[in-house]
């Protein structure tokens, strides 16, 4: 019978991952040059059945922040079951396979990007916000007020990782930038070019990196992979300078992770409906560990919070009682057989709320949170300070 035989996940060696390389061809329908690339900052994996690769995938040890501080995270990159092998659960399986090296060296969270949300969904995935590329007329961003006088500065220098973290803090779910990004990215993106922004005489409150790309229509087309913004005025300035290649450059792309998911562009465009925006698969998190998770993560200094609550696997699945006590920037799950919970959440609602994904009680509830609104005010209120973003695309 076709797919009997049982599928064994192996650590990949060289010969493996070139026939992996050779699957994601098939899979993709284009060569995959990351799973090439990323090998070395990854665990690789492979699915074998009968002597042939049928599917694989990295697993990457990257932290990424919530609540302002590191979480350690496996992040998966470049995964794929070959095409004849679909449809017959093997993806749990792998994926399980692919995480639990990662999650023996201490990782308590996992983060992907996949198309198959519904999936995801069923496995405990959140997709904490929506994800958007951005395209607008270079001439709509062309004489936005800039009054501050911002000093733009071409070039990279030793200090930009630091001033990218140092932002990155502000949002839940950006990768703690290993020492190995910048050099992937410029070979994933050659020509990438940065710029800085700063006050006469302070530390750069911006960073933006751009390269040029051809465009269908309109010939050529700047497109921005980051942008950092630690205010409003420099974010008004640093779509200013985009708007200066007007003369020769009729269009702006802002790629699908360059912009956070608010109406930061929207606000400063000349006229309403200027730009258009493509919908893309988003981000999906997973809590590993929910105790360690918490532990882990930053919370509000100001929050003193003691919340009964139970998570559930699914519908049919008893509860497990737990208690979140938050307390001066620390916080603490802890397990409570018997406890009377105020609160109900499945694994995909916790990684939702974990990631700051509900905004509001009212957004939690219709989540299907269970609850009195009172303590899903108290749960939301815990996570809502920073706002989601998944700015790396791996």
């Known amino acids: 019978m076709p797919g009997s035989t049982p599928m064994a996940v192996v650590e990949a060696d060289d010969a493996l991952w ?35 690769v049928i599917g694989g995938g990295l697993a990457l040890a990257v932290p990424q922040f919530f609540g302002g501080r590191p979480v350690p995270g496996a992040c998966l990159a470049g995964g794929c079951i070959a095409p004849e092998a679909r449809g017959s659960r093997l993806w749990s399986t792998l994926l399980e396979e692919r995480l639990r090296p990662l999650q023996e060296q201490g990782a308590v969270l996992a983060t992907a990007w996949t198309a198959s949300t519904g999936y995801g969904h069923r496995m405990g995935w959140a997709a904490p916000s929506q994800v958007h590329s951005w395209t607008v007329p270079t001439d709509e961003l062309r004489g936005i007020a800039d009054r501050c006088g911002f000093e733009i500065v071409h070039g990279a220098d030793d200090q930009d990782r630091e001033r990218q973290q140092k932002l990155a803090k502000h949002w839940n779910g950006p990768w703690q930038r290993p020492s190995w990004w910048p050099d992937w990215q410029q070979a994933e993106h050659p020509g990438m070019t940065h710029y800085r922004f700063a006050l006469h005489g302070r530390s750069p409150d911006g960073l933006l ?19 950092w913004a630690a205010t409003g005025d420099v974010a008004t300035a640093m779509l200013s300078f985009l708007g200066r290649h007007h003369s020769r450059i009729p269009t702006l792309m802002f790629q699908r992770t360059a912009l956070p998911p608010i109406p930061l562009l929207q606000n400063r465009l000349r006229r309403a409906g200027a730009a258009s925006a493509t919908s893309w698969h988003p981000w999906m998190l997973r809590i590993l ?24 696997t699914d519908d049919d699945s008893p509860s497990t009682p737990l208690v979140l006590r938050i307390t001066a920037g620390a916080g603490d799950l802890t397990p409570r057989p018997g406890e009377q919970h105020e609160l109900t959440l499945t694994p995909r609602q916790f990684a939702h709320w974990y990631a700051g994904g509900y905004h509001t009680p009212a957004a939690a509830l219709l989540d299907g949170v269970h609850g009195e609104p009172r303590s899903v005010a108290q749960l939301v209120r815990a996570t809502a300070d920073r706002e989601p973003w998944m700015p790396e695309y791996f």
């Open 289 to 312: 560990d929910p105790a360690e998770a918490v532990r882990r993560r930053g919370w509000p200094e100001d929050l003193d919070l003691t919340l009964p609550l139970a998570l559930r």
């Open 209 to 227: 990196a751009i390269t040029f790309d051809r465009d269908h229509v309109d010939g050529r087309r700047v497109v921005v992979h980051d942008f």
């Open 18 to 52: 070139q026939e992996y390389q050779d699957l994601t061809v098939r899979a993709y329908g284009h060569r995959v040059e990351d799973v090439a690339r990323l090998r070395a900052h990854g665990d690789a994996r492979v699915a074998v059945r009968d002597g042939r």
